[in-house]
């Protein structure tokens, strides 16, 4: 079984007991203080120190841009995103992107692979039958060419999209016409965040 013994079992350690533990550990980062308040073992916090070079937590307020319409890059007239995180040691980066007028958005090549969550409206890809419809997930391969298309009759469209690698933009025979990754997209960002008046370290918030 994997969640091991309750902290009041025997042989496991009272509360004032983890208290001076604790306090003797002063000088070590640590978790949240353990304090007299707390009365029932089996909510007592891990005590001991995370590891040195893990990075910190990330919490997004307003994840879906609601509060602040600066939040959104918009990438073209119809198309915006809301970063959400950019891996720039895995080259990764993960974003809602809204898109408010049926169409074509883009035909491209990915290098690594896509995790899609629809939250609002659907879309397609002009070489797949099936239509991400609101509330599907869709895995997107490592290699794949699509073109993404809104279709008729879906004025908004919402999805979470953690992608992996490049987006290689291609003609319809393959040609290159250009691309994307995380560093073009966290410099779009930048950029915006800088002209919205929220200034360029804004972004810095979502690096990790």
């Not at 893990?54 to 509060?67: C, K, L, T, Y």
């Not at 939040?71 to 898109?99: C, D, I, K």
């Amino acid at each position: 079984m994997g969640g091991g013994a309750p902290l009041d079992g025997e042989g496991r350690p009272e509360l004032h007991d983890l208290i001076a533990q604790r306090e003797a550990l002063s000088n070590i980062v640590l978790n949240k203080p353990l304090t007299h308040d707390v009365t029932d073992p089996r909510l007592v916090a891990y005590q001991k120190a995370q590891p040195r070079d893990m990075r910190p937590d990330m919490v997004i307020p307003d994840a879906m841009g609601q509060h602040d319409p600066r939040l959104w890059v918009p990438l073209s007239e119809h198309v915006a995103v809301r970063p959400l995180q950019f891996n720039v040691t895995q080259g990764q980066y993960t974003h809602v992107m809204r898109v408010t007028r049926a169409g074509m958005i883009a035909r491209h090549r990915h290098s690594g692979g896509v995790h899609a969550w629809v939250f609002k409206g659907r879309w397609l890809y002009l070489e797949h039958d099936w239509v991400a419809e609101e509330g599907s997930y869709v895995f997107e391969p490592p290699g794949e060419t699509h073109t993404l298309v809104v279709p008729e009759g879906c004025t908004e469209m919402v999805t979470l999209f953690q992608v992996n690698g490049s987006l290689i933009y291609v003609d319809p025979l393959g040609a290159v016409t250009g691309y994307d990754d995380v560093f073009t997209r966290l410099d779009k960002a930048r950029a915006h965040y800088a002209a919205a008046g929220l200034g360029e370290d804004y972004v810095e918030q979502f690096i990790r």
